[in-house]
């Protein structure tokens, strides 16, 4: 299912058109794109950005829409700790490398915990900010299991920084949001960052 997004009146160009662009930023940065090593690199270029954005073809929403009400009274906390990120900024268009945390509090019906982790990668492949992807994450599991709370907190490393412009390798940014009992209940918010930290077993 494609995404709208506001730039849906803005036509999409064609592969074609998308390789030649390729062949005039390699031109730019003074190389040669008709060059043995190269002829092959806008294709290579554009089916990679296939995969780097394939977040765009899907819905989030409908990932979530299936879930399961046999519990068995569980309200306690689900939590998916530790999973890879790896997206793109927009600013830039290079790569987010890091971890993402989440956590939920079911009312009477939970998800597959697979699709917990596919709703992150839908998000994470698109061009995106960390502040701006942490809230989708947030959002769309408050508006489509409408739990008593959402945990999510992203731990990343920005090439945009380490690799350009101020060069600060091993930074890491973190951005989180709480809702719920999430952010009423300190306690429970202890709680789910307690349980983000490495364990013994992690070392």
């Known amino acids: 299912m494609a995404v709208e997004t506001k730039n849906d009146a803005i036509a999409r160009p064609t ?3 998308a390789e030649a662009a390729v062949r005039t930023l390699i031109a730019w940065t ?15 270029v554009v089916r990679a950005y296939e ?4 977040g765009y073809k899907e819905d989030p929403r409908e990932i979530l829409s299936r879930t399961f009400e ?3 009274g569980y309200d306690d906390m689900v939590m998916l700790r530790d999973i890879r990120l790896e997206s793109h900024c927009e600013h830039h268009m ?7 945390h989440i ?8 998800v597959g915990i697979s699709k917990l982790a596919r709703v992150i990668e839908i998000y994470a492949r698109r061009l995106q900010t960390q502040e701006t992807m942490t809230a989708q994450i947030s959002n769309v599991l408050e508006e489509v299991l409408k ?9 990343a490393a920005h090439q945009c920084m380490t690799t350009r412009g101020i060069r600060k390798p091993g930074v890491f940014t973190i951005t989180s949001r709480f809702t719920g009992r999430f952010k009423e209940d300190s306690r429970l918010h202890d709680r789910f960052m307690q349980m983000i930290r490495p364990t013994p077993n992690d070392m």
Do not use: C, M, S
């Not at 003074?30 to 290579?44: C, F, K, Q, S």
């Not at 995969?51 to 394939?54: I, P, S």
């Open 30 to 44: 003074g190389d040669d794109p008709t060059r043995e090593g190269l002829l092959d690199t806008p294709g290579r």
């Open 103 to 110: 956590a939920y509090l079911p009312v009477n019906r939970v």
């Open 147 to 155: 739990p008593a709370g959402v945990a999510v907190l992203v731990d």
């Open 51 to 54: 995969e780097f954005y394939a």
């Open 94 to 100: 290079v790569p987010i490398i890091g971890r993402v």
């Open 70 to 72: 046999e519990v068995d």
């Open 15 to 17: 592969r074609e058109e």
